[in-house]
């Protein structure tokens, strides 16, 4: 038996002492610690922070592998809850918290029911997951963590305050989107405001600029498909008399498919060619690939939203729309089919809720027992289909 109230002051511990990407010491010796209570062996050293439990079946089957991400924003709490963040600007405003105390109970929850498993289970608590383009998962895999046991294959799970409590949020395919960086420095020439002929204006070459790149999307990417470009920062300009020599601009693209990534991405170089000669200055352009799109296995991602229905009745799973959020969970499903899902986590009674990676994200705890029991279900469902390959079911 899991015991919520312990589920959850773990989950509070974790709220109050969040730690950022590669510095999640005090979380993995806390996981170590609670892996250690419960029998369940483990290794670490992956990608510095992370761990992966190991619960073996008493019967001979597949391997299916469940991860949580266990890192914190660099983002100041403005809740008001009682165990608010500790550290000065830094918060579990994405719910990893939840993620890695989920994780744990379900750990507890299958370590009872292990000798009636048909297969391996494998616990990955994954550091650095906001850290784009580097991640954690990458560099996990690149140091061994399913170097002993594959799995056959692989789930998500992920708090979303936009569904209420008791409802998971799953699609066949596209779930997250690819999350790529963009920056662009316009070189100009300046001069005095009043003899704008004498200078190249970066300015007014960026007003331009900004213009065209959303162009790209609108008039070079089938409407049936999905592309998003987005500037988030200009910096450039010394003075209100003076034409700027010089403006930087940093944004994202966010797609699904490759297909569009790369029209976007060639007509964008393309773009910055026809601007340099027309203006006769020079752009350095840099696209950094970051996460790839998060695309579910159309098979494990049925079993999500059977199980969902099943242990949480018919309107549990609701028809959701696939989100451009990036999701480093996107580099294991690259490699291992499985399925990344959402769990409702609203608070109740609000009108609406305040969206991930905001300072006043709130995490509904109701939600906990309903995140162990689904990944539980989940993880028995799978195994059983491992175990028998040639059912139909």
Not at 184 to 209: L, R, W, Y
Request: proline share 5%; glycine share 10%.
């Amino acid at each position: 038996m899991v015991n919520i109230e312990h589920i959850k002051e773990i989950r509070r511990t974790l709220h109050q002492n969040p730690e950022l990407g590669g510095e999640e010491w005090e979380t993995s010796k806390l996981i170590q610690e609670e892996l250690k209570k419960a029998g369940i062996p483990f290794k670490t050293g992956f990608a510095k922070t992370g761990v992966l439990g190991i619960i073996e079946g008493g019967r001979e089957g597949g391997t299916v592998a469940l991860r949580a991400d266990i890192d914190a924003l660099p983002i100041s709490e403005k809740t008001d809850v009682e165990f608010k963040s500790k550290a000065e600007g830094k918060m579990h405003a994405c719910g990893h918290d939840a993620h890695t105390s989920m994780l744990l109970g379900t750990a507890i929850k299958l370590k009872g029911m292990e000798a009636g498993l048909p297969g391996r289970v494998l616990l990955v608590f994954q550091p650095n997951e906001e850290a784009s383009p580097i991640g954690g998962a990458r560099p996990m895999m690149d140091d061994g963590v399913f170097e002993e046991f594959k799995p056959d294959v692989i789930f998500g799970q992920h708090v979303w305050p936009d569904l209420p409590v008791g409802q998971i949020g799953v699609r066949d395919r596209e779930m997250m989107g690819a999350s790529d960086t963009i920056s662009f420095n316009i070189k100009g020439a300046g001069g005095h405001a009043s003899m704008p002929h004498q200078g190249k204006d970066a300015i007014v070459i960026t007003a331009e600029f900004i213009s065209s790149l959303q162009s790209v999307v609108s008039r070079n990417i089938n409407p049936l498909d999905s592309a998003v470009v987005t500037i988030g920062t200009i910096n450039g300009g010394y003075r209100y008399n003076v034409i700027a020599d010089n403006v930087e601009l940093k944004g994202t693209v966010r797609t699904y498919s490759k297909k569009a990534k790369s029209t976007v991405k060639r007509r964008m170089e393309n773009l910055v060619r026809g601007f340099e000669t027309a203006y006769e200055v020079e752009i350095d352009f840099k696209y950094v690939d970051g996460y790839d799109a998060t695309i579910n296995t159309p098979q494990w991602a049925g079993l999500v939203r059977e199980s969902a229905v099943h242990g949480l009745g018919p309107d549990a799973v609701p028809e959701v729309e696939p989100s451009m959020a990036g999701e480093d969970f996107s580099r294991f499903l690259a490699e291992i089919p499985g399925a990344f899902y959402w769990l409702g986590c609203a608070k109740e009674g609000a009108e609406s809720s305040k969206p991930l990676h905001d300072p006043e994200f709130f995490f509904n705890e109701d939600a906990l027992e309903v995140g162990i029991n689904t990944m539980v279900d989940v993880t028995v469902n799978a195994l059983e289909i491992l175990g028998n390959p040639n059912d139909d079911k």
